[in-house]
């Protein structure tokens, strides 16, 4: 399998329901992103990852928690979701800063609906 | 930071016709430009990309984009659009490989 791998592809939630989203990549890179996808909004990146440690948050709010236990991995952690959080969330990777100017590869996006 | 502007929120054109999509950026430093293309229920692709050398980049199926830094503009041009080339266009920025910026995305509808 090569590429960046979300799953689930589409997530119902409550909102105090608990879930998480999975990212997976098998390109060898650095880096890893969460970005969240409104309508007619600009992608609004969340959390930067690079070598597992974090290195943005995007001032996002605590009901999401990434975590990344190893280059390959991401995660991202729901919790008290709000209707306004329903998007499509997608996980891209990169060289990283290491690689300069290495483009962003994305995933195919798990759609999320809060209830 | 940088930021990055697409004015055409929805280019509707006819099948065959040429088409130009868009984009430019602020930035303050030397900047890498990328377009990507999403499908319905799909994530973003790369199309093509700017880093350095000839300022007009093209992508294997048929699309072509201009660097123009006195204009900070990347726009994105094709001479004969196709049905399956209907999809959402995406211009991003970034200067550090590691923080990208995207605007707010084109949607191009081919009429036959």
């Known amino acids: 399998e090569t590429g960046v791998t979300q799953t689930p592809r589409h997530l119902v939630m409550g909102m105090t329901n608990k879930k998480s989203l999975k990212c997976e990549q098998h390109l060898g890179h650095n880096a890893m992103y969460w970005y969240k996808q409104s309508a007619k909004k600009p992608l609004e990146l969340m959390f930067v990852y690079n070598f597992k440690e974090q290195t943005e948050n995007n001032s996002v709010p605590s009901r999401f928690s990434p975590e990344c236990p190893n280059s390959s991995h991401l995660f991202l952690h729901l919790h008290t979701l709000q209707p306004e959080d329903s998007a499509l969330y997608l996980c891209a990777s990169s060289l990283g800063v290491s690689g300069g100017s290495g483009e962003l590869f994305f995933g195919e996006g798990s759609r999320l609906t809060v209830l | 930071a940088q930021s990055v502007t697409q004015l055409d929120s929805q280019v509707p054109v006819f099948e065959e016709a040429p088409v130009e999509l868009r984009c430019n950026y602020s930035?303050?430093?030397?900047?890498?430009l990328f377009w990507y293309v999403q499908y319905p229920n799909q994530g973003l692709q790369l199309l093509l990309k700017y880093l350095s050398g000839s300022t007009l980049v093209e992508s294997i199926n048929g699309f072509e984009a201009e660097f123009n830094k006195s204009q900070t503009s990347f726009h994105l041009r094709k001479p004969s659009v196709h049905i399956s080339d209907t999809a959402e266009y995406f211009c991003a920025v970034t200067n550090t490989g590691n923080q990208f910026y995207f605007g707010t995305g084109t949607s191009l509808t081919v009429i036959p």
């Open positions: 930035s303050s430093v030397s900047v890498y």
